[in-house]
């Protein structure tokens, strides 16, 4: 069973970028059976997806964050990460991170970390 | 993009059948995934490939999809069902993205 942990600060300031680290267990990174993506959900409000990459470092981003976001995967540490730039305080959230079951042809989120708040404010 | 329109709200008297609607273009073509998200808690997977249940869901929870609709549906609901449920579908059709419903509340009476 994977289990996953999000790690990065807690605080970041206006027009400054936002990083997070997913580290996964239980599994490895480079499976070809995941996708790894990063959700998140702002305060009183629903699940937004950000983007999701795979272990040959393809990327798939929603195309309102396209311009802001970056995603990367490190194999060596089973580590996958995520920077958003230029933040507001729109980008307020809590920030998750899950594993995209792409076992069939339609991949859906089966482990989610237990997600972090990140608060953009100076 | 492809939206999912979920009901803000549903309320359900315990030991009744809630359920929970999400529309969508031809969303009988694709398959729905439903998720649990109960307070201060990650979403918890309660229905995959519009019916399955991952291993630990309750029989009470099952799916369909046909048509825009898909529905997740609860039989004899209880109080720990009282929860945000979300429905997400993969779009392949637009670079691979996953989209999710808004969210519906279900509020047990």
């Known amino acids: 069973q994977l289990q996953l942990q999000e790690s990065g600060p807690g605080l970041v300031k206006p027009s400054e970028t936002l990083s997070l680290t997913c580290t996964v267990s239980g599994g490895s990174i480079s499976s070809s059976n995941y996708y790894w993506g990063w959700i998140r959900q702002p305060p009183g409000k629903g699940l937004e997806w950000i983007g999701s990459?795979?272990?040959?470092?393809?990327?798939y981003y929603n195309p309102s964050l396209k311009s802001r976001v970056t995603m990367s995967v490190d194999t060596s540490k089973n580590q996958f990460s995520l920077k958003l730039n230029s933040v507001t305080a729109a980008d307020t959230a809590v920030y998750y991170c899950?594993?995209?079951?792409?076992?069939?042809?339609?991949?859906?989120?089966?482990?989610w970390g237990q997600g972090t708040l990140v608060t953009v404010s100076s | 993009s492809y939206i999912l329109t979920q009901p803000p709200s549903v309320s359900v008297a315990p030991g009744k059948t809630a359920r929970i609607t999400c529309g969508g273009n031809n969303i009988g073509s694709k398959s729905v995934h439903w998720y649990q998200q109960k307070p201060g808690q990650a979403p918890v997977l309660v229905i995959y490939?519009?019916?399955d249940r991952p291993s630990g869901i309750p029989e009470r929870f099952s799916g369909s999809n046909s048509g825009n609709t898909a529905t997740l549906t609860i039989s004899r609901v209880e109080a720990g069902d009282e929860a945000d449920y979300y429905c997400?579908?993969?779009?392949?059709?637009?670079?691979?993205?996953?989209?999710f419903g808004g969210g519906t509340k279900l509020t047990v009476l």
């Open positions: 997400q579908v993969w779009d392949s059709s637009s670079d691979h993205h996953v989209v």
């Open positions: 899950g594993s995209l079951n792409s076992s069939g042809s339609y991949p859906y989120v089966d482990y």
């Open positions: 990459i795979y272990y040959t470092r393809s990327t």
């Open positions: 490939y519009d019916s």
